[in-house]
């Protein structure tokens, strides 16, 4: 199997990292000079790197995603599966496909931070090349869900989740902040790690952490929240509260 990745930040170079030590062929495409993972060769060109790749993951950005699937279209074989694991609105993953024209395009919807499972990272995927894309990464034994449904069906799901999950992350660290305040944080983190049970100590420090490191990802991706479930016509009050949370948190007005 031959891979293209685009995009190596974070996420990418770890997908990188997993696939190489598979022996899987994996060809890297960044707009920045990057030290590539050990048995990734750094493509000149989104085309360079797609060309006769049997996988696609583009893992750039969400504003980047739709010119890098607009510089691959051309140079894609038919069977070739695109998959873009960038958070994006359903509409944005829709665009996105069809900006391909050829491939078999795949929406991702990654559920857990990659640097924890990499490759085995849960996802949610639709669209047209979603059985392709499951069964091409079968061998590595990560949740992979198939949902019904063309572009923007996994990502409309992962932002209906978002909901409870950065809501939750910020409930926390408002609680958190408000503890210190009073002279009681080691308390207050305390009571809620016992109320989430077993594994409350880790997911307490692992929402915290991730949102203080994630801030403007997050906050890009609740934006897109709060305008599909507008969409919807239901209530946004959690999600505009989250949202305001995660700008002061990217301006550092809370630390």
Known sequence: MRVAILGLGEAGRRYAADLAAAEITVAGYDVRA???PPG?????????AV????LVLSLTTAAGALDAATAAAAHLRPDTVYADLNAASPAHKTAVAQALG????ADVAVLAPVDRQGVRTPVLVSGPGAAGYASLLARFDGPIE??????????SRKLLRSIFMKALATSI???LAAGRAAGCEEWVRAQIVGELGDTGAALVERLVT????HAERR???MEDTKAYVEELGTPTAMTAAAITWLAAVRSGQWR
């Open 34 to 36: 990057v030290q590539p």
């Open 40 to 48: 990734v060769r750094i493509a000149a060109s989104i085309a360079d």
């Open 102 to 105: 050829r491939g078999q395009f």
């Open 146 to 155: 198939v949902v019904d449904g063309g572009p923007g069906a996994a990502s």
């Open 51 to 54: 060309s006769d790749a049997d």
């Open 210 to 213: 991730g949102t203080y490191q």
């Open 219 to 221: 906050l890009h991706e």
């Open 173 to 175: 660290l408002e609680a």
